[in-house]
């Protein structure tokens, strides 16, 4: 059973324009929303996180939007760059047991063109 | 990713065989996290653990797999008789304490089996 559903599976953008990745969960205990990035041969590094007392976060060009209700959140990458071609994991976590373990998304191959 | 240790970055053993993979956490984090990573796949969760403690092992197949994290040196994810399957990328996270998230993680061991 998959808990977080993650799409697209790839993205393809031109330099200078949004990248737009979807997260969907199910597990409505779930109250902390990282995002990861990789890239080839590395390990995933946290980008940004969210959690569900706010609808929306920013970092620079990343953007987290969250919507509760639709048990729903997605990562923006505005003006997008050819170094941010790699591959990023959306996950979900909630404080079971007294710590956060995330559960990740199948990932997504983002291509930006030069 | 800088701080967690993985190693060794490459390593390939004949079905039957045993693999050791060892992680180095962060300086002063005594929280370690086991992923394995298949490709076109997210990181799976296998085993949460603190020093000379296993906290969580929810995912951990049930045979041929342990894991440890002695008071002293790295930790160890053990695989005992490796079959084909077995061949994925391996990551280690750390975390400061027992709410913190899984935030670094170390570049990896890829297995292959042959």
């Known amino acids: 059973q998959q808990q977080v559903k993650q799409s697209p599976q790839s993205l393809i953008v031109q330099k200078g324009g949004i990248s737009i990745i979807n997260c969907a969960y199910e597990?409505?205990?779930?109250?902390?929303f990282p995002w990861y990035q990789q890239f080839p041969g590395k390990g995933p590094a946290l980008l940004i996180a969210?959690?569900?007392?706010?609808s929306e976060k920013k970092e620079g060009r990343f953007t987290i939007s969250f919507n509760k209700s639709a048990k729903q959140f997605s990562l923006h990458i505005m003006d997008s760059q050819p170094g941010d071609s790699a591959t990023y994991f959306c996950a979900a976590s909630s404080r079971s047991g007294g710590s956060y373990i995330p559960t990740f998304g199948r990932g997504t191959s983002l291509i930006v063109h030069p | 990713n800088a701080g967690v240790m993985q190693n060794p970055r490459h390593l390939v053993r004949r079905r039957g065989q045993e693999a050791r993979l060892r992680c180095s956490p962060m300086?002063?984090?005594?929280?370690v996290y086991w992923y394995r990573q298949l490709p076109e796949e997210g990181l799976k969760f296998m085993v949460y653990?603190?020093?000379?403690?296993?906290?969580?092992e929810s995912g951990m197949p049930k045979e041929r797999f342990s894991a440890e994290f002695p008071k002293e040196g790295p930790s160890i994810l053990r695989i005992q008789q490796v079959v084909r399957g077995d061949s994925a990328a391996y990551f280690c996270?750390?975390?400061?304490?027992?709410?913190?998230?899984?935030?670094?993680f170390g570049d990896g061991t890829r297995l292959s089996i042959l």
């Open positions: 653990l603190q020093k000379e403690n296993i906290i969580d």
């Open positions: 300086k002063g984090h005594s929280h």
């Open positions: 969210i959690r569900p007392d706010v």
């Open positions: 996270a750390s975390s400061q304490d027992r709410v913190g998230q899984p935030q670094h």
């Open positions: 597990n409505t205990a779930f109250d902390y």
